[in-house]
């Protein structure tokens, strides 16, 4: 019974290729203002936060999907530590994918 719950504490997060994101989703990824929140909170960070480290006043029910959203756009990789989920953003992988548009959106979330 233990391992059964270490393997489910630790279970592998999917993250799209980077071929597979589109600006669309990303565009989409952020049309919620929940999301952009939870970008800022990552962008100011600088460095990979814990779900409940990212303040967003909604249900945890709700955080879920966010996250959901914004791993499937490929704006965020969620990496198992321990017995807790970190969120990264992918900005260096996007920057290359689209070039100059994350720096110009981080600017503006950051600004506001």
């Not at 989703?25 to 929140?37: E, I, K």
């Not at 960070?45 to 996250?67: G, M, Q, W, Y």
């Not at 321990?82 to 994350?102: C, D, I, Q, W």
């Given at each position: 019974?233990?391992?059964?719950?270490?393997?489910?504490?630790?279970?592998?997060?999917?993250?799209?290729?980077?071929?597979?994101?589109?600006?669309?989703?990303?565009?989409?990824?952020?049309?919620?203002?929940?999301?952009?929140?939870?970008?800022?909170?990552?962008?100011?960070?600088?460095?990979?936060?814990a779900c409940n480290e990212?303040?967003?006043?909604?249900?945890?029910?709700?955080?879920?999907?966010?996250?959901?959203?914004?791993?499937?756009?490929?704006?965020?990789?969620?990496?198992?530590?321990?017995?807790?989920?970190?969120?990264?953003?992918?900005?260096?992988?996007?920057?290359?994918?689209?070039?100059?548009?994350?720096?110009?959106?981080?600017?503006?979330?950051?600004?506001?």
């Amino acid at each position: 019974m233990a391992s059964r719950l270490l393997r489910c504490a630790v279970r592998q997060i999917k993250h799209p290729a980077l071929a597979q994101v589109e600006l669309t989703d990303v565009m989409h990824a952020l049309s919620d203002p929940a999301r952009v929140q939870i970008v800022r909170c990552l962008a100011r960070s600088r460095r990979p936060l814990a779900c409940n480290e990212i303040e967003v006043d909604r249900p945890k029910s709700t955080l879920s999907h966010h996250f959901k959203i914004l791993r499937a756009a490929g704006l965020i990789e969620t990496k198992p530590r321990g017995t807790e989920h970190v969120n990264s953003l992918r900005t260096a992988e996007l920057e290359t994918k689209f070039p100059g548009l994350v720096k110009t959106l981080l600017r503006v979330i950051l600004a506001t």
